[in-house]
């Protein structure tokens, strides 16, 4: 069994979740969270992502590239907006691809701001 599956697995169960509940944080289903703990699947790194969120920990930790388990405190910036992604908000960052430059990431965030409002006048 890879290092991965063994740390999710164990992870989980001290913070003791099901897998279900797990499947619940990270917006899978429990089928999923089996094969990716069998090690018969291997999690896409958005999906590592949310599970070492859900799980408080950190990729690197999941991957083996440390023995750390605990995340670093995140610095909290002078814009006043340092509350954490709900679920919802960590599935739509990590669907967008990771090669997106910076120009084509406000052209997708303006295209939102325009999607929501719009839906607020129907």
């Not at 799980?55 to 083996?64: K, R, S």
């Not at 509350?83 to 910076?102: C, M």
């Amino acid at each position: 069994m890879s290092v991965t599956a063994e740390r999710i697995q164990q992870l989980r169960q001290q913070k003791k979740l099901t897998q279900s509940e797990l499947a619940e944080l990270v917006g899978t289903t429990r089928v999923t969270v089996g094969r990716i703990e069998r090690d018969i699947n291997k999690p896409s790194i958005g999906m590592l992502s949310l599970i070492a969120d859900a799980l408080d920990t950190t990729m690197d930790y999941l991957q083996g590239k440390t023995d750390n388990a605990f995340q670093a405190p995140q610095n909290s910036s002078d814009d006043g907006d340092d509350k954490t992604l709900t679920p919802n908000q960590r599935r739509i960052a990590y669907s967008i691809d990771p090669s997106v430059s910076d120009e084509e990431r406000e052209d997708i965030i303006k295209m939102v701001h325009l999607a929501m409002k719009n839906r607020r006048r129907i």
